[in-house]
């Protein structure tokens, strides 16, 4: 018999509009996990630096999460299919966390609530289980296959140290990085720029959309609103000056509390520690900050300087970060300087 998460994850998937994008990563016919997740996608890169840690093999879909104006018309981004949708509601009652509803400039679950409508995605076959947001698929995976790499500590310290770090990672502000228009220094790449002053109207014309066609589905219009009411906020303060310079500003703040902490030795794969999970989530903001331009707010910071290089040249966030970012995402000429590493392309 067909396992109701496999005919779920089936109609998910063909909502995916080239078939070419879902693809089965490693060697494995039939594997243990399947990824909703998005090449470009932060939250994505992080859940594919860890399996690629782990040698995890996995069917990967690459979802289109930007929404487009077609010929005929809004084309929505594939994560806005209600299979998709109804696949991660799944996840969210094994949370009990309610819906997103304001717009802080966070992604992150524990501050934010559930969306309904973002990557990453985890389904786990053997355990029955969908496992949504990042930092749990994570840590999910980390204690359900130990090898080849531990990515959290065992050891008490060490592990309270780096879920410190991976807390201090998911509540940087990286939605209003991304999306946001800062008023003195927007040096992300100008296409980006221009695809971000519509990105909220068309998420929210996507949405729009499936409520009226799914008007009797309570449970997936409810979700459909939540995302919509996070995205309004959104978008009436992603020109507001004051609320991205306090972005920056935030973001700032705690690069100089990473530069107290990797001169404290506390953590860190510079210091001989063990590479960890902290590492690979470090490293994945890291690399999207370099891409927006924003590598100058560690200009005076030596050790996040030679952090951000020594993780640069990690194969698993050269492949997962570095070169998924350059090949899905606009050019970007902060991108020239960073090390291409030979290994990654190999693995
Ligand atoms: N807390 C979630 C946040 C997920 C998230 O914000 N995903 C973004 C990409 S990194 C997304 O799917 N955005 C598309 C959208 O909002 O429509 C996680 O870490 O997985």
């Keep these: ?12 998937r063909a ?5 070419r994008r879902s693809t089965v990563v490693g060697d494995s016919a039939n594997p243990r996990f399947e990824l909703f997740h ?18 995890l093999p996995y069917r990967s879909n690459d979802m289109l999460i930007l929404s487009s104006m077609g010929p005929s018309g809004l084309v929505p981004a594939e994560h806005y299919s209600p299979a998709y949708i109804r696949l991660r509601l799944i996840a969210a009652r094994e949370l009990d966390l309610q819906f997103v509803s304001g717009y802080s400039g966070r992604t992150s679950v524990e501050t934010e609530g559930f969306d309904p409508c973002v990557v990453p995605l985890l389904v786990d076959y053997q355990a029955g289980r969908v496992v ?49 228009f800062h008023p003195d220094a927007d040096r992300r790449p100008d296409a980006l720029k221009s695809s971000m002053e519509t990105v909220y109207d068309y998420k929210i014309m996507a949405l729009e959309g499936l409520i009226a066609i799914h008007a009797g589905d309570a449970e997936l219009v409810a979700a459909c609103r939540a995302k919509i009411e996070k995205e309004s906020a959104g978008k009436k303060v992603c020109h507001d000056p004051a609320f991205q310079r306090a972005a920056r500003q935030h973001a700032g703040d705690l690069l100089k509390g990473l ?16 590479f960890s999970l902290a590492d690979v989530l470090w490293g994945v903001n890291l690399v999207r ?4 331009g924003l590598s100058s707010m560690w200009a005076g910071l030596p050790h996040v300087e030679r952090y951000f290089d ?23 000429a902060h991108m020239d300087a960073v090390v291409d590493c030979p290994a990654a392309a190999a693995a």
Excluded at 155 to 170: C, F, K, L, S, Y
Excluded at 259 to 274: I, M, P, Q, V, Y
Excluded at 310 to 332: F, G, H, N, W
């Design 1 to 12: 018999m067909t396992h109701p998460l496999m005919t779920m994850a089936a109609s998910a």
């Design 15 to 19: 909502a995916i509009q080239d078939p």
């Design 38 to 55: 998005a090449a470009s996608s932060l939250c994505s890169q992080k859940v594919r630096t860890v399996l690629h840690e782990k040698a």
């Design 132 to 180: 949504a947001d990042s930092r749990r698929i994570c840590t999910y995976l980390d204690a359900v296959s130990r090898t080849p790499v531990q990515l959290v500590p065992d050891n008490p310290e060490a592990r309270t140290e780096v879920m410190r770090q991976v807390g201090i990672v998911d509540r940087i502000p990286n939605g209003a990085l991304l999306y946001g």
């Design 259 to 274: 530069e107290r902490d990797l001169a404290a030795k506390s953590f860190s794969c510079l210091w001989g520690n063990a």
């Design 289 to 292: 900050m370099n891409y927006l």
């Design 310 to 332: 020594a993780l640069a040249r990690r194969p698993s966030l050269c492949k997962e970060a570095i070169q998924a970012s350059v090949r899905s995402m606009p050019y970007s």
